[in-house]
């Protein structure tokens, strides 16, 4: 990696929550990619990923974790809040509050995209700093032949990942497949229920189209659709 520093003794200790580790990923999503990049990617820019908050220089928090360390700086990685107009119920009005919270704790917030960013500093006078989402290319190589289906995986189906979206689209388009991993089967819509991550792959891969419906923060998975040739419509 061009402009890269090797980690050496005297590099930043960072103290990471969630913090999987060597963990099976288990289709955790989009979150699960971004906490395993940092711990693969940070090391080789002079950050050293700890789980010993006791030699931590800074800690960081993904969604709600807020892992304060007394007279250390605190960054919060957001992702995004639940969005009013959608039923969350009591559920999530408590991850809401729990997410502001560790917020309003930080030194410096981080979100992955625009959107999010203006949504949050319009109502909390705070500046999020804007750090996309992004993939290692050479992990996604194209298929050499197209798949003849479109893809729908999102790894939970919520207010937002909605499957009922692709469900209507399949009974609109019955000359078209489709793949799901949430959903109803029908005679051109199969559902492949959450896959582990290099099934995850393979399927994204090899699809014909990557079909994005939710109202993403900042979807990794059209990134990862772009990075295997395969178009995305949303």
Do not use: C
């Not at 955790?28 to 700890?50: E, M, N, S, W």
């Not at 399927?203 to 772009?226: D, W």
Request: no cysteine.
């Amino acid at each position: 990696m061009a402009g890269a520093r090797i980690m050496g003794a005297g590099a930043l200790k960072l103290f990471l929550e969630p913090n999987p580790g060597r963990k099976k990923d288990k289709s955790d999503g989009g979150i699960r990619r971004v906490i395993d990049a940092q711990i693969k990617y940070l090391p080789q820019f002079g950050i050293a990923v700890t789980t010993n908050p006791d030699e931590a220089d800074i800690s960081a928090g993904h969604v709600e974790h807020a892992p304060i360390i007394a007279g250390k700086p605190f960054v919060s990685h957001n992702h995004g809040v639940m969005w009013e107009e959608y039923d969350w119920g009591n559920w999530g009005k408590g991850v809401n509050a729990s997410v502001v919270s560790a917020m309003l704790q930080a030194d410096a917030i981080t979100v992955p995209s625009r959107w999010v960013a203006n949504a949050l500093g319009y109502g909390m006078l705070r500046t999020p700093h804007v750090i996309y989402h992004g993939v290692d290319v050479d992990d996604w190589t194209p298929a050499k032949t197209p798949g003849d289906y479109v893809l729908w995986n999102k790894a939970r189906v919520d207010a937002v990942s909605d499957s009922a979206d692709v469900i209507k689209l399949a009974a609109l388009m019955p000359n078209t497949h489709f793949v799901s991993t949430f959903g109803v089967p029908a005679t051109n819509f199969r559902i492949i229920g959450r896959q582990p991550y290099q099934k995850h792959k393979q399927a994204i891969q090899q699809a014909g189209v990557y079909l994005a419906t939710a109202r993403e923060t900042f979807g990794i998975g059209t990134l990862e659709a772009f990075a295997s040739g395969v178009p995305v419509a949303g």
